[in-house]
């Protein structure tokens, strides 16, 4: 059998997901499933380095910046994009976006700030019921892998999953402190009247929120270690590492812990008018943006490198200008 080391993948998948990361995200929206999403990141450029991220300061502010840009999905235009390194190692961004259906909206900065990602918010409008929904990055469930657990017999898998799990036990002290620092929450303005929440707590009759830190990771982790047939496929297919880079998965079992496995949190209103008159507030964001941002968003949009083929001869890398 092959030696497995499912714990210590895990406890470096949650790093991945959250480590040194502050993200608020706004969503404003109409019934239509229009609106604007304002995003404020913090992540501690320093510590990331020194995790193995890249490099620190404001050249990593301005990566995640980038990325950010170059992972979005479903925006109509941006209104703005900022970033700043402070003296502690911290760069902040802030960006407004808009976007015409929020289903197919997804943010990536990419693993320059974790993986983090913003987005995956489903909106669904059936007559006089208007559901609002936290969804999974990449636009679902969990992927599921054919059990492989034939190739252990029955003592072997049990002995290999209290392996796992003790390992994992044992790994928590050096994990925790990691990612207990992580802050994720997600606020929900909408052109209705709120009539329930499930995960969310909610502010007033247009708004609620959901949020999270470290210690949700921790309990997500907890929850799939228990899982019999997560820990089957993982310790019986022969890659283990398939299973663990599912972020999905984890995503998941964070959201379903935010309702005691209810399902996913979410938030039914009655719809009311729009919040916003959206193409005139997406030309009006367009007319707005500043020459700093238009060079960012012009250097995001150029591939990071070109290849060029001299007649007859090997292709020749060449570096593209660098705006200054």
Not at 142 to 152: D, P, R
Not at 278 to 296: G, H, I, N, R
Request: glycine share 10%; aromatic share 4%; charged share 20%.
């Amino acid at each position: 059998m092959k030696r497995h080391f499912f714990p210590l993948a895990v406890a470096s998948l949650a790093a991945t997901f959250t480590s040194c990361l502050t993200q608020d995200q706004t969503f404003i929206l109409n019934p239509d499933g229009s609106g604007k999403l304002e995003l404020a990141m913090s992540v501690d450029t320093s510590m990331m380095g020194a995790l193995g991220g890249g490099d620190s300061g404001q050249n990593m502010g301005k990566e995640v910046a980038l990325q950010l840009l170059r992972g979005t999905q479903g925006v109509d235009t941006w209104q703005d994009l900022t970033f700043a390194t402070g003296a502690d190692g911290k760069s902040e961004i802030k960006g407004s976006a808009y976007f015409k259906d929020v289903n197919k909206l997804l943010m990536n900065a990419g693993e320059q700030a974790g993986g983090a990602s913003a987005g995956a918010l489903t909106s669904k409008l059936d007559g006089a019921t208007w559901t609002v929904a936290m969804g999974v990055s990449d636009g679902g469930a969990a992927s599921e892998t054919a059990s492989s657990a034939s190739k252990l017999n029955e003592d072997q898998l049990k002995s290999a999953m209290q392996q796992a799990q003790a390992q994992w036990e044992a790994s928590k002290s050096l994990v925790a402190p990691m990612i207990e620092g992580a802050k994720i929450s997600t606020t929900v303005k909408a052109g209705g009247t709120i009539t329930s929440a499930t995960g969310f707590t909610k502010s007033d009759d247009q708004t609620a929120t959901l949020s999270f830190g470290g210690a949700k990771v921790i309990g997500a982790i907890d929850t799939l270690m228990s899982d019999p047939k997560i820990m089957a496929d993982a310790l019986a297919s022969g890659d283990t590492m398939g299973v663990l880079r599912d972020q999905k998965r984890l995503q998941r079992a964070i959201m379903e812990s935010m309702t005691e496995g209810k399902g996913l949190p979410e938030v039914q209103l009655t719809p009311g008018k729009p919040v916003m008159d959206y193409p005139a507030e997406v030309a009006k964001a367009a007319a707005s943006q500043t020459e700093s941002f238009k060079s960012l968003l012009a250097e995001a949009q150029k591939p990071k490198d070109a290849v060029v083929r001299p007649p007859g001869g090997a292709p020749k890398k060449i570096n593209p200008p660098t705006t200054k």
